[in-house]
């Protein structure tokens, strides 16, 4: 399985951004998709995840009301819409998919594969 992640870019504090992260190759073994982000110097940090059998969500708790996370029918591409993205919002972000399981995995070592970062820059 690959993962294209795209969709990032410069915006200013208050906007919006979409990212999308594209799954191929034996996408049918994937079980959850999410997104996490990096700064230079820290850990990445969940963002969210879903789980593309049920749609159930996970978000981080700075994240929650500001960022949604939702799938395409076939379950192959997930999106990150980001809403009113503050300065601190600016970071890499990762596409990751993990082949198993159907709980919430927030941590970045409890996922198999990755996608390239996409820079997302939020000016003030």
């Known amino acids: 399985v690959q993962l294209q992640a795209s969709g990032g870019g410069l915006v200013q504090a208050g906007g919006s951004l979409r990212l999308s992260c594209a799954a191929s190759g034996r996408s049918f073994s994937v079980y959850t998709m999410g997104w996490f982000r990096q700064t230079p110097g820290k850990e990445r940090e969940f963002v969210a995840h879903i789980i593309l059998h049920f749609g159930n969500t996970y978000y981080g708790d700075s994240m929650k009301g500001r960022f949604t996370i939702s799938k395409d029918n076939a379950g192959n591409t997930v999106y990150l819409q980001m809403d009113n993205l503050k300065p601190e919002d600016t970071a890499v972000y990762y596409c990751?998919?993990?082949?198993?399981?159907?709980?919430?995995?927030?941590?970045?070592?409890?996922?198999?594969?990755w996608g390239q970062g996409t820079q997302v820059t939020v000016s003030s």
């Open positions: 990751a998919a993990k082949k198993s399981g159907y709980r919430s995995y927030t941590r970045w070592d409890e996922y198999d594969i």
